[in-house]
């Protein structure tokens, strides 16, 4: 396994990993230090996410100052009846889009969001409540979303995720055969579909054309089976210690990467939703670790 290493970047997630195993992001320290802590582990591009406070351009400049670039971004969509709620998710798509012009990154991920109460929340990665009707709609959201992103010349990459109305093999292959290739590529998270018990290198196989950026993860497959089979909840199985740096875990990244089609030019993120490590630096130290081993 080879992997490019200016195409290989982080998400770096484990500053923001709360102790009830959801997401804060109020618990990151400056981006500076986050920033700092990344150059220092050997890795040279960062997830996107362009502060609210400031331009795609001061961002690009700040990253540059760090010896980092910028790899694809993220946008979460949700179901609803409100049509304010419905533009705000539009507005937010194209606004995104637009930072990802402005930064030259040509993919970000598209997927559907989530909260805490939300009942895959509480059942997560079986599929729970599977409703054809509303399968539909979510496909048809992403649809639309991934129009609002093409017209900024950004690739949309359907990113599906445990908790969420698009989180099983059966749902991913849906919304991907129901939906033009020339609307929405792919962009699969090898832990997400292996939680839901997904075969995440046959999609990547099965989809090959569409393949635009990935998601790297590691995790307690043994322990993904087990939450699967009682039960557990989102944050139970977070906390259990399902999720670990690259090469700590048992899940087959070496088979997943090798799954993606010959001259892929897309990104590699990895992405640690929850550190296995003391500390936050040492957990993205350890990323750079494993990342060493395979750069080209």
């Not at 290989?8 to 981006?31: K, M, R």
């Not at 700092?36 to 700040?62: F, K, Q, W």
Request: charged share 25%; aromatic share 8%.
């Amino acid at each position: 396994m080879k992997i490019r290493q200016d195409r290989l970047a982080i998400n770096p997630l484990q500053w923001v990993a709360s102790a009830e195993g959801w997401i804060d992001p109020t618990l990151a320290p400056s981006l500076e230090n986050r920033l700092e802590v990344i150059r220092d582990a050997g890795i040279t591009a960062v997830h996107s996410d362009v502060p609210g406070d400031m331009t795609a351009a001061a961002y690009a400049a700040l990253l540059a100052e760090y010896g980092l670039s910028a790899a694809p971004g993220y946008v979460p969509v949700r179901l609803t009846e409100d049509e304010g709620e419905r533009q705000q998710y539009r507005d937010t798509a194209a606004r995104i889009a637009e930072q990802h012009a402005e930064l030259g990154v040509p993919t970000m991920f598209l997927a559907m969001g989530m909260a805490k109460d939300a009942v895959r929340v509480a059942h997560p990665a079986v599929g729970q409540d599977a409703d054809q009707d509303r399968l539909e709609r979510v496909r048809d959201l992403l649809a639309e979303t991934a129009a609002i992103i093409r017209a900024e010349g950004i690739t949309p990459a359907f990113h599906p995720h445990v908790g969420t109305w698009a989180e099983t093999e059966e749902e991913t292959r849906f919304v991907l055969d129901t939906v033009d290739a020339s609307i929405l590529g792919f962009g699969p998270d090898m832990g997400h579909l292996a939680w839901a018990g997904a075969d995440a290198a046959q999609l990547v196989r099965d989809y090959a054309d569409r393949v635009a950026s990935v998601h790297i993860k590691d995790l307690d497959l043994n322990l993904a089976a087990q939450a699967r089979e009682a039960a557990w909840d989102y944050r139970r199985t977070v906390k259990a210690g399902l999720w670990s740096e690259p090469g700590h875990g048992n899940a087959d990244i070496e088979g997943f990467v090798d799954a993606l089609p010959d001259g892929f030019d897309g990104w590699l993120i990895i992405e640690v939703d929850r550190g296995a490590q003391p500390t936050p630096e040492e957990s993205v130290r350890k990323c750079g670790e494993w990342a060493a081993k395979y750069v080209q």
